[in-house]
């Protein structure tokens, strides 16, 4: 298949500004770019049902919400394939075969698990499900083949875990499936983008999140609240950097550009640091020129969301397109894994000529 790409996010809300800085936006360019054979980016409901199974719902109405998201982003349906992980079964038959090739003990030394399992306070009654979604989603990418996933560091171990098993079924069986690599982010600070409260990375769970789908209005209002330095209290007072929220998103966003268009006072974003740090810059002129800078980039998707909006059927069309072309190289991919584990049982035209043989002369 050469150079594959697969990537997606769970339907448990509508994406934003980290999902886009930590990979939407790469993944648009990387599609426009035209350096990889295929391109599959789905909608992760089997890993969002790990830990919302009681909610079925809220998954339910969020597939949409993603895929105007995706869409609205700039995802060309021509050039990439949009699927719904729940209606590709293969994935939940490759799932259950990667499962016996790997330890409980391997699962949980997993930094990422550890991670999850403490923010959803699973500790003492961790969901099957959910524990092994590590295997699931080694099973999304190896199932077509991906050569690269690009994705935030925080899923490296999982990475790590999915060429684990490649290796381990590929020495077992046969070589079928191939190891991938991730693409990081290439601004280090998009790689772990902070909630507005400046705590812990920007979730939708957390409260701390500015969507792409967010108002103009809006967005000025989560920006004007943004956790900045605590101890720059006065205008005068130097300030701190390190730790503030709007500088980290400014470094992930702003460009020299956006300087000489809307602050000519300053070159870069080093020169704005610099008299921050020296004092005499107060908060709100920061703020105002990361709400500039974050809105110019949001209008367009706000406009082709609106778009889109009228006429959802059409996206719903997509998906199904997209899904059944998904299908296509899953079945493929299966018939290899099957033929590998010698569980092809009714296509294996010489295990059954020998065994008729075999009975036929009185064993």
Request: glycine letters at 6%; aromatic letters at 8%.
């Amino acid at each position: 298949m050469g150079k594959v790409i697969l990537t997606g996010d769970r339907p448990t809300g509508k994406l934003h500004l980290g999902h886009y800085i930590g990979s939407l936006r790469r993944r648009v360019l990387l599609q426009n770019e035209g350096n990889y054979d295929r391109m599959f980016v789905f909608m992760a409901d089997v890993q969002a049902l790990t830990d919302n199974a009681e909610n079925p719902e809220k998954i339910r109405r969020n597939i949409i919400e993603v895929a105007l998201d995706y869409l609205a982003a700039g995802l060309d349906p021509e050039k990439c394939t949009l699927f719904i992980q729940s209606q590709i079964p293969e994935l939940a038959e490759l799932t259950t075969y990667l499962m016996n090739l790997i330890t409980v003990s391997r699962v949980q030394r997993n930094p990422t698990v550890k991670t999850e399992i403490k923010m959803r306070n699973f500790e003492a009654n961790i969901p099957l499900g959910f524990f092994c979604y590590p295997v699931s989603q080694a099973a999304d990418i190896t199932l077509f083949k991906a050569t690269t996933v690009p994705a935030g560091e925080d899923q490296e171990p999982m990475l790590e875990v999915t060429r684990e098993l490649v290796r381990r079924f590929n020495q077992t069986y046969a070589e079928v499936l191939v190891e991938p690599e991730i693409m990081l982010p290439e601004n280090a600070t998009a790689r772990r983008l902070p909630g507005t409260d400046g705590k812990e990375k920007m979730s939708k769970s957390l409260g701390n999140c500015i969507y792409l789908s967010d108002p103009a209005d809006v967005v000025w209002q989560k920006v004007r609240s943004m956790y900045t330095d605590p101890d720059h209290l006065r205008v005068e007072d130097p300030g701190k950097v390190e730790g503030n929220a709007v500088f980290t998103y400014l470094d992930a966003f702003s460009t020299d550009d956006d300087f000489a268009q809307y602050w000519p006072e300053y070159k870069n974003l080093d020169e704005l640091r610099d008299h921050y740090r020296r004092g005499g810059l107060g908060d709100m002129k920061c703020k105002k020129f990361l709400n500039t800078i974050i809105n110019n980039m949001l209008e367009p998707m706000r406009q082709r969301r609106h778009e889109y909006e009228k006429d959802i059927p059409e996206i719903y069309n997509i998906l199904r397109r997209g899904t059944e072309k998904a299908r296509e190289t899953a079945a493929q991919t299966m018939s290899e894994v099957r033929h590998a584990m010698r569980i092809d049982y009714f296509d294996d035209a010489e295990l059954i000529r020998r065994q008729a043989e075999y009975f036929a002369g009185g064993k």
